[in-house]
């Protein structure tokens, strides 16, 4: 009833909603990246197959994304940490900015090394 | 929502990953050159103590971090009641600590 | 001739409310709380609403505006309706008592919950402490003392609206100033109050506290504070 979606157009409170959906990629991807690796056990011809299957430039992409989710919340986490355990920074946004653009960058750097 | 136990937990594995996954990243930028096969992944893995010991840490505090992540969204966006987060975070984090042993056991054999 | 602007006022309560339009002569140098008592005095004499200084020193006045919580006594109308517009409701993440009215109770009862309170290590017949303005606690609990209780910050604070029982940015804000006041004696159980589920380790980091406080408080970097001590008594195998 209330309006309130104003309050949530802050930076940081993106760069939160950020950190939280590229956990979240993560964590979902993390269990099949274990799996995929398990074949290694017994079946190395279908994880042969599936490396094969991996070279294909649209799951290179896809890859890349994840390398994305991947360099935000690590970027992002390595800001959180510093605010958390180095003495207050006034330039919060600057560092939400600078750590979103190097995820931009390993996930570029990625995509064009892999295909 | 979490108390000061789970808190530090989350930060310190937080600290841990960091360096791990810099590495990570570094090797897989360098094993994708030219294509990646079974055989490449097991030649530089298998038997060894070190690889051994670098993913079974790089496993252990994902699956730490990761379990109370989910912890975390489970109370703020799905509203698990207090009572159930704490079975559903060890759920989490032994499924992830459970495949992710399988994994490194399958690489190094 | 008299220009109008086009007001929606929130009117009712939690249980039932709906947006109430009105018209309301536009001046030089009004702020939105000369709107709403424009609306009581000329439109709906039933209209709740709270004040008190009304120059911008009690924090009475705080309400929703345009989707943002503000001192309405110090938000000029020419700053927020540039388009002749205005949405006025009351305070986010509080029960409405009636209108803009909104109920504090848990609000000051998180304040206690947090230890937010003056312990005293000494009696009258102690010497007086000598604290340098110049100290580092000193300086830290000055950034952070000037709070009205106002509750904007409690408003703007997306945390509070997920996580029912967070203790919040206001009371989190006033434990790191006592926190470090050299002259009291209850940091022990005030770190314990504030290192709980519901306390410091919920923050999330918006800043939206520290964007929207009225006193340029920064509620963020306080629990961030706390954050720091509890973890380096943590390490130091306190609790």
Known sequence: MRREARVRREPLWLAHLVHRVSGLVLVTFLPVHFL??????????????????????????????????????????????????????????TYAATAAGLAVILSLGFFFNAV | MLGLHLYMLQRLS????????????????????????????????????????YYGVFVAAAAVHGAIGLRVIAFEWLKVPASCLTPLTWVAGLVLAALGARAVVAVIG | MDELIAVRVFRGDDRAGAWCSYRVP???????????????????????????????????????????????????????????RLEIAPLRNLPVIKDLVTDMTEFFEKWTRAKAVFEPSATRADPLPLISPEGEQRKAASEGIECINCAVCYAACDTVRQHAGYLGPAALNRAWTLVNDERDAGNRARLAAVTGPEGCTSCHSHQSCQKYCPNELNPTAAIAGLKRKAAAAYLRGGR
């Open chain 1, 36 to 93: 995929v690796l398990g074949l290694a056990l017994e079946r190395t011809d279908t994880l042969d197959a599936f490396l094969r299957w991996g070279e294909n430039p649209a799951v290179k992409l896809a890859e890349s994304i994840l390398v994305l989710a991947l360099g935000l919340h690590l970027f992002g986490g390595l800001r959180l940490l510093a605010l958390e355990f180095l003495p207050w920074s006034p330039a919060q946004k």
């Open chain 2, 14 to 53: 937080a600290l841990l990953l960091a360096p791990l996954i810099a590495v990570h990243i570094g090797v897989m930028l360098f094993a994708t050159q030219g294509g990646l096969s079974a055989a490449e992944i097991l030649g530089r893995t298998q038997g060894s103590v070190a690889w051994a010991l």
């Open chain 3, 26 to 84: 536009r001046q030089e140098s009004q702020t939105v709380l000369d709107v709403v008592t424009w609306i009581q005095r000329n439109a709906e004499p039933a209209l709740a609403y709270r004040f008190a200084c009304r120059v911008g020193m009690c924090g009475s006045c705080a309400m929703t505006v345009n989707g943002e919580p503000r001192w309405t006594c110090r938000t000029h109308v020419r700053n927020v309706a540039a388009d002749n």
